[in-house]
């Protein structure tokens, strides 16, 4: 088993959503020596670092710089992988391959010439417009990402594949990952997120409408997983020293209704939710239903329960969104869910 309180952890995109929320785990656990590298730019994630504790802080450019120049960085035995553009509608190619696929295959090729464990960030979006079988044992060459962001992750788990590196490390597939500290996210924030915003600032929210007779308004399906769940199976995959690719998402599909009551319920407001027209582009790459197949992650022995989806929105709007706080090493796994208000 690979222990994670042994060595220095680096973490890449660290003040990101799953960067920072990795932290916050490690620290829940009296893990301390990180090395975060990132980016920083005009957003406010930097404030995602202040309750968290670790070793120091690098240019995400550096920490490729200096790695290839053989700088050591201590005793590095994992390398947490989170950092890209993540931004689905992106169109500067040359940006997306340089910063997602050249910049992973560099630095997966030195943490492994370094014996160290490498977990990094691919992507669910990578299945394209798939509906079915979300499986991480498919054949990568049947995939067909709807966008470049999703190309360039799929490039390197095909590089990986290729090379017999996914032999020597482990690719994670997150699904609909939502909770604290992807404020800064702009338009690629979660739904709970922006209906939160919505709902605080006109009562209501906005879902789209259905264009396809066999889903009603609203009930359109995603895995949405909260990203405490998502730490805990990633931690989970990093110390089984589990090789390959993996689903990281709920196994359950639930509607976009289910999604957003909890919303009101948390803010003991009634529930008022508005239909709109879908934008013409967008209705024919538009998924109706996903589904993580996490059977994979089952087999690696991850028997853990999934936090139900309405209490996960509870907790993140009760003890986040409402006190515009991060995530801090105190805070609890998950908690208790409240009762429905009277």
């Given at each position: 088993m690979h222990e994670l309180d042994r060595g220095r952890i680096i973490i890449t995109g660290g003040a990101g959503l799953i960067g920072s929320a990795a932290i916050w785990a490690l620290n829940r656990r009296g893990i301390d020596d990180i090395l975060i590298a990132d980016r920083s730019d005009s957003s406010e994630k930097w404030r995602h670092l202040v309750p968290l504790r670790f070793a120091d802080y690098i240019d995400a450019d550096d920490l490729e710089r200096r790695a290839g120049s053989g700088t050591s960085f201590g005793d590095v035995r994992t390398v947490f992988h989170f950092g890209a553009c993540s931004s689905t509608t992106e169109n500067d190619a040359d940006y997306l391959l340089r910063n997602n696929y050249e910049y992973t295959k560099n630095l997966a090729r030195?943490?492994?010439?370094?014996?160290?464990?490498?977990?990094?960030?691919?992507?669910?979006?990578?299945?394209?417009a798939l509906e079915n079988d979300l499986s991480d044992e498919i054949d990568l060459q049947k995939l067909r990402p709807l966008n470049m962001y999703a190309y360039s992750k799929h490039l390197f788990d095909l590089y990986a594949q290729r090379t017999g590196l996914d032999q020597h490390i482990c690719g994670l597939k997150y699904f609909n990952v939502f909770g604290p500290n992807e404020d800064h996210k702009g338009e690629m924030r979660s739904v709970v997120l922006k209906a939160y915003e919505q709902i605080r600032q006109f009562g209501s929210v906005r879902l789209f409408k259905s264009y396809r007779p066999e889903y009603r308004d609203g009930e359109q399906q995603r895995d949405f997983i909260y990203v405490k769940d998502a730490i805990d199976m990633t931690l989970h995959l990093a110390e089984s020293e589990a090789t390959g690719l993996f689903n990281?998402?709920?196994?359950?599909?639930?509607?976009?209704?289910?999604?957003?009551?909890?919303?009101?319920r948390a803010l003991e407001l009634r529930e008022r939710v508005e239909f709109i027209e879908m934008p013409e582009h967008l209705r024919e790459k538009y998924q109706y239903y996903t589904c993580a197949r996490i059977a994979r992650l089952r087999s690696t022995g991850y028997d853990r329960p999934i936090t139900p989806l309405a209490d996960a929105v509870i907790d993140y709007v009760t003890n986040y969104l409402v006190s515009a706080r991060p995530l801090e090493p105190a805070d609890a796994a998950i908690a208790p869910p409240l009762k429905a208000p009277s």
């Open positions: 030195w943490a492994v010439e370094q014996g160290a464990r490498l977990v990094y960030a691919s992507s669910a979006a990578t299945y394209g990281i998402g709920s196994g359950t599909a639930h509607t976009w209704l289910e999604l957003v009551r909890p919303i009101f």
